[in-house]
């Protein structure tokens, strides 16, 4: 299915339920630009987690839920290897942290009186 066909479909099932593009996309919480948009197939990334939404409020039954695949060909997920997100957090003792001091600590500028 392309993405244009799938915007049909959205529109196809707006129609049914005799929905405003308005109205259904205040109910998505989306601009109603950003709704006639999905109905001609333009997608942004992240417009896949509306679908279920959609389902939702346009009362689809189980058996006939929206669903298009090709948001992962049109958003590829980035995959960036494990070790390259991993950032091991490494105590730093309180002496030798600038964000911690000790009441005792003579190190310290004393506050203004002003």
Do not use: Y
Not at 25 to 49: N, T, Y
């Amino acid at each position: 299915m392309t993405p244009r066909m799938f915007g049909a479909q959205i529109r196809i099932r707006r129609l049914e339920k005799h929905l405003e593009l308005a109205q259904l996309a205040a109910q998505l919480w989306i601009s109603p630009q950003h709704l006639a948009s999905l109905e001609h197939g333009e997608f942004e990334e992240g417009d896949d987690d509306l679908i279920e939404k959609l389902d939702d409020i346009l009362d689809s039954p189980p058996w006939d839920r929206l669903a298009f695949d090709g948001f992962q060909q049109l958003f590829p997920e980035r995959s960036t290897p494990a070790e390259s997100v991993f950032v091991p957090a490494f105590r730093t003792p309180q002496e030798n942290s600038p964000a911690f001091f000790s009441p005792r600590d003579q190190t310290c500028p004393p506050l203004s009186q002003g």
